[in-house]
Each structure stands twice: as C-alpha cells, then as structure tokens.
C-alpha cells in the first residue's frame, strides 16, 4: 500500500490486511467478537411478487453487502397488477411522473396519464436493469410460511406451478410485497356460473370475447368499471351498468397540469429536452408529486377545503351528466368526498348518458341463464357480463403465515380485522414486513414514494441483523396496539371513516379504517423514515448485546482506509 506522508517523521503507511490482523491481540471472551464493529454478516430475505414493490426491492438489496434474495412470482414476468390487468382502457389515473421511482426518471413517457401497456413495459425493463429476473422464480407461488423460534428462521412452502411440485424455502426476513390489491375474486351473486353467456372479470380479461354488438352488462362501479364503461358503450348494442352505490367521480388527478385531460401527450421536443436537461424533468416531477399531495386537507371531514371541493366534485358531474336529474340523483353521492376512493372517470359519466345505456341501482337479485334478475324482479337480458368487482380487499394473506406460538396470521385478521403497525410490521411475527399493508398511504398521495420508504424501512432491520447479531426484531404489542388506538381516534375526523360503505372499512360502515394511511403521505414518509427501535422486542446471537462492537477496529480501520476523515 502507499504511504500517507506523516509530521515528525512518523509514518502513517496504510497497513496491509495480513498487517493488521498480526496486530490484533487474542481475545478468548465469548462475548468479544473477532471482527470490527458493524462487519456486515451474511443474510438471506425472502420476498414475495415481483410487482413494482418487488423490482424496487430488487434494485436496493443490490446495494446491500453480503446480502442475498430469492423473488417468489405467481405470475411467468414482472409487473404485477400492470401484467394482470389487460381490459379496454386500463391505464393509471396518477400521472405517469408521479408513478415513477424517485430515483429513476423516465424522461420518454407518452402521456401525461400512462397506458397499462406502457407502463408494465416501463417497470418490466427496470426490472431486467436491476437483475430482477435473475433473482426470481417464476410461476412460483407461496403456499404459505412459519416462523421457527429456535432457528430464527421463516420456513416458507412453495408451488412450483410450470413442474407441479412443492418445495421450502428458509430465509432469516421474509417480506410480503404482494399488495392489497392482487387477489381477485368473483363477486358472490346467486347463479352467476349459470349464465348461458361468457362471464369476464377486469382482473382476468379474455381478450377473444367478441363484445362488439353485444348486450353488455358490467357489474361494479370502481376505478376498473369507470375505466372499462367508456370504451365498450359505443362498440355494444346495449349497455347495462349495475352500480349498488354512487361514487365521487372527480376530475383527472393533477389535471390542471394536463393542457388536453386525458389526452395530453408529451411532444418529442419535450422528451427531448428532459433527456438533454434532467434537472428540468427533475423540478417539473416535483411540480407534479406536490400538486397530487396538495389536495390532503380535503380529506378532513369539517375542513373548508371538503366543503370546497365535494361542491365543486358535485358540480363537475352534474355537468357531465347533462343536468339529468334521475342520473343525478342515483351517482352524485351525499357522503363525504373521499369516503370510497375518488376516481377521475374519463368519459365515465358522459358514456352512461348515451340512448344505448342504462344505469340499474336497485341492485342484483340473482342471475339466471338469460340476464340478471335487479332488486326490483326486473330481468336484465343480456349476451355478456363483466364483472368489475375488484379484489378481496381484507388484507387477509391469501396463504398461512405462522408466527410465534403458532398464531395464523389469517386467523387474527379474520377474528380481529386487519392491524398493522405503521401498515409494515405485526406482533407475533418476527422478522415480517408487509409492503402497503393494512393502512398503507394507497390513497393520500404518491403511493411509489410511500412504497419505497416501506421498502427502506424493512431493509433497516435486515441490516440490523447482518450488522449488529440480531436474530430477530417483532414489535411489542403494547407498540401496535397503541398506533392502532391512535389510528383509529385520527381517523374519526377523516372522511375515509365517514358515511359509506368502503372497502376502506372492510365492507362496513361503521368499521374501523384498514384502508389509507391516517395522515397525509409526507406525514408517512416522515414518520416511516427512522424505524423507532424502542417499539420493538429484539434477539441476539450472542448473549450480550453488544459483542457486535467487535475486537476494537472501526469499518474504516478494517478496510484500510485514512483514519483522519473527520475533519471538515
């Protein structure tokens, strides 16, 4: 190595690594270590999807020494909901800028509101950027997961699906970035398999439908259903939307950003000038999360700025739906702006005005081979029915996951309703890290922003584990149970506990909140930023918590590198 140029005629040559080791006293402590202070130890994770979560989960373990990771992937690529979801006009009602990583600009956006298509091509070459195919398995499904205490180890059960076998899996953190909304399910309607004709759901299209001169009846009134409506009224003979309850359906998101709404699509001389100048694209994606945040105090039940704009929500659809005072009357809501997810319905509220549709909200008896039986013992004929019903939306896992004392966490939620700690971690389960669990910011704001502190915050512990000889990290209940006490008493002045029913309430009225993040997303991210330790019960390798502090070296006398650094 080179010599540093002393005072005094000392030396201060760097010393090789068989230098240094020759220095080092013997210690025959068991509770010493014989390694420098937060030498980082090897450790494995296992995470579950490889959605966008995943691909991001990807690019950051990356950057972590010594640390190693399987991606189990029910699907055969990436992209997760952006794979699954191929119905007529599906696309993001974020701006494209606002659904990027903020670390990863992507300056050749097409439209200000991204296609599905574009935007599961987009994250599908970041993925192969970030080595996320080499680390994932796909057609590869969890089965489910234990935690075995005397191991410290996550014991998880795999379907290969391509071989039709099962296998398992171990690893010392396992992280579930399957998202609230991935488990699609049928809605449960008397005699729906019975129906003569094809029955779709959004989240399973079957693109060799005919639907064209069809009678169509399209079940639900969501973010999917609102998408769906606008592309299939003007190619069917008849149109039948079969909404149980009113929704807000808002202008575009950010819109006023958007010189043609929906159509707004970037020029090349734009994308040009961001690849030449990222610093623009840099401030103009800043101009973009800040007007998505800025609508947080609407979300306060009594705020001037509810009152402002649940008139101005009501306004704009009174307009859209030509005055028409029976439409009206059946879709503007009287609960309050954001009790259900505020959906910017494109084209939404214009096409169900139009001679060949037709609105139904007396809701669905039955169906029978024929059509759909309303409320009302009027029978619906129809050719097709598309169900828009969305997902199991509990945030129930969709497999066992065991924790200490054998505690399902299925089971818990089932019996308790859904409770995370800050949406990310539960007691019980060591070593466990939910990625946009229950009360997750999924409708305050940037969520890919949200999703990536969850992400760093998971990451701290692994480190803790590989730095520092912990085994385990749990949450105390007495932690958890005191957010959710919190949580719950906030959100008695936000509208997502207010007079509907939501999926935010797990199908209730009155139920607790499992849905959006109590608080803006800036309140999240400020708060998820530094994990607060003291809120959890930890295990160590070693009897004595402190033997991580090692034989005496710091990281810097370990590599070889200049000793003197601190000086500003």
């Not at 014991?155 to 039709?164: I, P």
Request: proline share 5%.
């Amino acid at each position: 190595m080179a010599a540093i140029n002393g005072t005094n005629g000392i030396s201060t040559r760097l010393l090789t690594a068989p230098e240094r080791s020759a220095l080092l006293p013997r210690n025959e402590s068991d509770i010493v270590g014989a390694s420098h202070v937060n030498e980082p130890k090897p450790a494995r994770v296992i995470f579950i999807g490889a959605g966008l979560s995943g691909i991001a989960f990807a690019y950051k373990a990356n950057q972590i020494e010594k640390l190693s990771y399987t991606i189990y992937e029910k699907n055969a690529d990436t992209g997760g909901v952006w794979l699954e979801h191929r119905y007529p006009g599906v696309s993001c009602d974020v701006p494209a800028h606002g659904y990027s990583y903020t670390w990863r600009a992507n300056p050749d956006w097409s439209r200000f509101y991204a296609s599905g298509e574009e935007i599961c091509q987009w994250y599908q070459k970041l993925a192969r950027e970030y080595g996320v195919y080499e680390h994932t398995k796909f057609n590869h499904k969890v089965v489910g997961a234990k935690w075995d205490d005397e191991s410290q180890l996550w014991t998880v059960e795999v379907d290969n699906l391509a071989a039709g076998h099962r296998f398992t899996d171990t690893a010392e953190v396992l992280v579930n970035g399957g998202g609230p909304l991935d488990n699609w399910k049928w809605p449960d309607i008397e005699g729906l398999h019975d129906f003569q004709g094809p029955v779709l759901h959004t989240a399973k299209w079957d693109s060799s439908i005919t639907l064209k001169g069809k009678r169509v009846a399209v079940i639900g009134s969501g973010a999917s259903g609102i998408q769906l409506v606008p592309q299939l009224q003007p190619i069917v003979s008849k149109l039948v939307s079969f909404n149980r309850s009113p929704n807000w359906i808002a202008p575009q998101f950010a819109g006023q950003l958007a010189e043609h709404g929906r159509d707004t699509v970037y020029t090349a001389d734009q994308k040009e000038e961001w690849r030449n100048h990222p610093e623009k694209l840099r401030d103009y994606r800043r101009v973009v999360e800040h007007t998505m945040n800025a609508h947080f105090p609407s979300f306060y039940k009594y705020s001037e700025a509810q009152k402002a704009d649940r008139a101005a929500v009501a306004e704009s659809m009174r307009k859209r739906l030509n005055n028409d005072s029976i439409l009206c009357k059946k879709l503007i809501p009287n609960f309050e702006l954001g009790c259900r997810r505020v959906t910017p319905g494109n084209g939404y509220l214009e096409a169900i005005t139009k001679e060949n549709a037709e609105v139904v909200t007396t809701g669905i008896r039955k169906v029978v081979p024929s059509g759909i039986i309303s409320n009302d013992g009027q029978l619906h004929e129809v050719d097709v029915i598309v169900t828009a019903t969305g997902y199991d939306t509990s945030f129930v896992p969709r497999f066992p996951i065991i924790g200490t004392g054998t505690v399902n966490l299925q089971d818990k939620w089932r019996e308790e309703g859904a409770a995370a700690y800050l949406s990310v971690a539960v007691p019980g389960f060591p070593n466990y890290f939910t990625i946009l669990g229950p009360n997750a910011p999924i409708s305050n704001g940037s969520l890919v922003t949200a999703m990536e502190h969850l992400l760093d915050y998971a990451l701290t512990f692994v480190q803790k584990i590989q730095k520092e000889g912990v085994t385990s990290a749990a949450v105390s209940d007495e932690a958890a149970a005191e957010f959710n006490e919190w949580k719950n008493e906030i959100m008695k002045g936000l509208s997502w506990s207010g007079s509907c029913t939501s999926w935010y309430k797990n199908g209730m009225v009155d139920g607790p909140v499992i849905g959006p993040w109590p608080g803006s997303v800036n309140h999240f991210l400020e708060i998820i930023k530094h994990p607060r330790y003291e809120d959890f019960i930890f295990k160590y390798k070693s009897r004595n918590r402190f033997t991580y502090f090692g034989d005496g070296r710091s990281t810097k006398e370990a590599k070889g590198l200049p000793l003197g650094w601190y000086i500003q």
